[in-house]
Structure formats: C-alpha cells, structure tokens
C-alpha cells in the first residue's frame, strides 16, 4: 500500500450513486436517493421474497442494471472509486445470465439516462437501430413489462409512429398496399386518432365502443407489429438503392 492510496476514498455503489449521481439522474422521477427509490419500488421485499414475480424480478435487475451502466458512464473524480469493481463485473455477468432464462434484454437509452429491460424481439431491435433515439425509446418501451394493460400509454406511442408512417404513407403503399391498408384503418377505427368510443363523436363505433379493454390491447399489439415491419420496410427502400448503385459495378 502506498501512500496515495490513504487519500482514496472508496464508495458502496450506491452510495457513490446517491453522492454523485442521484439528483441529477433524469430516471429518478420524485425519488431522492436510492433507499427512497428501493423503497417506491418495494426492492427491499423483493430480495427478501422466496419466490419473487416475473415482474418483481425485472424490476430489481433493472434497478440494479442502471446504477452499474450510469455509474460506468460517469466522469470518476480524482481519488474517488467505486469500492471493488470486480464486484461489478460479476453482477453484470449474472444479469446476462437473468436475462437470458427469461428471454430479456438490457437496453440503454444514452439521453433518458436509462436502462430499459424488456422482451427480447428481432423486429424491435432492427427498428430501434434506425430511428432516432427518441423514438427508440418508445418503440422499445411499448413492450416493458410496466405497459402491460395501460392502454392510454401505449396508445401515445401508436400514435406516434403513426405520426412517423403518415407523410411515408404512399411509398408504404407502392410496397405493400394491404400493410399500409390494415394499419391506417385500425389508426382510424380503433379509438387512437378519434373518439371512437363516444356516441356524441361522428367517428364512433359501436364495436369499438363495447370492444372489453383487453381485447382492445390485444389489437394495440398487432397494430405496433404491423408498424415495426412498416418502418423495416421502408427501410428496404434505401437498402435497394445502394444494392442497385452496386450491381452497375459489375
């Protein structure tokens, strides 16, 4: 041991986080610290539970996946370190591990300063790769277990990409006019951009109007597949191009 190593400070993970971090951290939502944000999402039970949920588990590994991923990311002082980051690797190790018995990955959103985990989806990473970041991140929260059953939120983010699909609307349709067809109608009829619901709205629907909520999610998750292969798509289109420029060369 030398001498440099007694001006050192070391800290727990979360204590370095709660000192650093945690005020600025745009994911806190009303939280101060960690113990507060433990305790808001009853952490605390979880570890001491013999058999937590499917959902209490993504909860802890998600906590836990973005205090290691920001404090990773974080611009360390001089004389400040993280108390045995050997620690670290192998909680990062044993979350990958989590992640793949249940079929879950771990996504971080570098400007929403969060890690999201969420089902792991071909179609959804594709797309999440070539959008901006914003819309990434609605795309890949539209399938976070906390959706589940909230309609209005995942009604927000159809509308959204609807928002996207609209001025690409007649290319979608020279490719495919069925897809373009089907996703536009359910945007119209399935209470997204009207009152469907309401028989006082010119759009209303009586279907729709007596649809059960459940059923209603249930075509709110084909709708966003739907625009996921839409967006994938239209990509093709740009992919096409620059295989055509390539083929002049031969």
């Not at 879950?104 to 790769?129: D, G, H, P, W, Y």
């Not at 536009?184 to 209470?191: G, P, Y």
Request: include cysteine.
């Amino acid at each position: 041991m030398t001498d440099n190593d007694f001006d050192i400070k070391y800290y727990s993970l979360e204590d370095f986080f709660d000192t650093f971090m945690f005020k600025t951290w745009k994911a806190r939502g009303t939280c101060i610290s960690c113990e507060d944000m433990r305790e808001t999402l009853n952490l605390d039970e979880i570890v001491d539970s013999n058999d937590p949920s499917f959902e209490d588990t993504i909860s802890f590994c998600e906590y836990v996946a973005n205090l290691i991923k920001l404090h990773d990311n974080a611009e360390l002082k001089e004389g400040v370190h993280f108390y045995n980051s050997s620690v670290t690797v192998a909680i990062i190790t044993n979350l990958n591990s989590i992640m793949d018995w249940l079929n879950q990955e771990m996504v971080f959103f570098e400007k929403e300063e969060r890690v999201l985990i969420t089902e792991k989806n071909a179609a959804v990473s594709a797309v999440a790769e070539c959008v901006d970041e914003k819309l990434a991140y609605q795309i890949v929260k539209y399938n976070h277990y906390t959706l589940k059953g909230n309609i209005s939120k995942k009604k927000e983010i159809l509308l959204k990409l609807g928002s996207v699909l609209e001025p690409k609307r007649k290319q979608l349709s020279t490719l495919n006019s069925q897809l373009e067809t089907n996703i536009f109608f359910m945007l119209n009829n399935l209470d997204l951009r009207h009152n469907n619901r309401s028989k006082k709205d010119k759009n209303y629907k009586e279907y729709v109007a007596k649809m059960r909520k459940n059923k209603l999610e249930v075509w709110y998750d084909e709708l966003y597949q739907m625009m996921l292969l839409a967006i994938l798509e239209l990509e093709q289109i740009e992919r096409n191009q620059k295989i055509n420029e390539l083929k002049t060369h031969f």
